[in-house]
């Protein structure tokens, strides 16, 4: 089975300075792997999404997450961090058996933004 | 365009009274249907999923149960709730690799 661990729960950074979510997951296939964003009391949004093609992925907002095999990891960045991007960040695993019919969620990295 | 709705968007209930949630997709047919719960402070749990009519899939044993009456909607109910039942519920689609999300409905159980 698979499973995704994000290091941190909370990360705090400020406004304007580079970003890093961490990730790592476990698959015993290639996976495909999403970080979704969650602003309070809402939907979960979907950033961005790796699926076997190229290892560095371009998400919407300035996001992007390079895919490492040798690392199992499937880390966060931005370079300027903006107050919007407070916020709740999965990283999620898709089941290799199920396609996108099941995802395992981390347990999610809050985003504070000092200002 | 797709969108999804729910509804209600907040709701409490006592202990031991029923409950149902509805999820209805706009602008696609067919769709795969998800039911998750997020607890508080914690990652989402798949419930239920849904590939068609009268198909549900369960994911965890509890006393919730959907249904799917109709290609694009799909309900989340339960005969006597719990306050374990407490959390975020969020109803999603599926368009190829990626899951749509709709807004979510706040239940909390006194």
């Known amino acids: 089975a698979q499973s995704v661990t994000q290091l941190d729960s909370h990360v705090s950074v400020s406004e304007g300075t580079p970003v890093l979510l961490r990730c790592n997951y476990s698959s015993s296939y290639s996976p495909s792997l999403f970080w979704y964003v969650q602003h309070p009391n809402k939907g979960l949004q979907l950033l961005l999404k790796?699926?076997?093609?190229?290892?560095l992925v371009k998400g919407i907002n300035g996001f992007e997450a390079e895919f490492k095999k040798s690392e199992t990891s499937f880390h966060l960045t931005k370079p300027s961090a903006h107050m919007s991007d407070a916020a709740e960040y999965f990283c999620v695993v898709s089941d290799p058996n199920f396609g996108n019919e099941k995802l395992t969620f981390g347990t999610g990295t809050r985003l504070t933004i000092i200002p | 365009s797709q969108t999804i709705h729910q509804w209600p968007a907040t709701l409490v209930q006592p202990v031991g009274s029923p409950l149902s949630l509805e999820c209805t997709v706009e602008?696609?047919?067919?769709?795969?249907l998800y039911w998750y719960r997020q607890a508080a402070g914690r990652g989402l749990q798949l419930l239920f999923y849904?590939?068609?009519?009268?198909?549900i899939s369960s994911e965890v044993p509890q006393n919730l149960s959907a249904s799917r009456p109709q290609d694009r909607q799909f309900i989340l109910s339960s005969k006597k709730l719990l306050l374990s039942d407490s959390g975020f519920y969020l109803c999603?689609?599926?368009?190829?690799?990626?899951?749509?999300f709709g807004p979510g409905t706040r239940l909390t159980v006194t």
């Open positions: 790796y699926t076997s093609a190229a290892t």
């Open positions: 602008g696609t047919s067919n769709p795969n």
């Open positions: 999603a689609w599926t368009v190829g690799y990626e899951q749509y």
């Open positions: 849904s590939v068609g009519i009268g198909q």
